[in-house]
């Protein structure tokens, strides 16, 4: 049976933890507010911003991504070294 400690150790909140879902919400955030992107000007080669914008978003999303994952594999690896270090079983 797990015990308590567990739970409270995978409910931490680090500012690693709050950058990874930062990346993660950022272009729902961007995408939902369709108010910010809904018009034709600028245009870049031709195409309208609307367009534009959310092609753009796609490569960000993408990016932003890889950036999280990047960060959920440093914060797994310090947690392990840590549960090394205090002696306990890494999960």
Known sequence: MSDASD????A???PLRVA???CLIA????MLWVGSYSK??????GIPFFYWY???WVLLSTTLT???YQLWQRDQRA???TARANGGAAK
């Open 66 to 68: 890889m950036i999280a």
């Open 40 to 45: 034709t000007d600028p245009v870049f080669i």
């Open 27 to 30: 272009p729902f955030v961007a």
């Open 79 to 81: 947690r392990k070294a």
């Open 7 to 10: 739970v409270t150790k995978a």
């Open 20 to 22: 990874i879902a930062l």
């Open 12 to 14: 931490v909140v680090t």
């Open 54 to 56: 959310q092609m753009l």
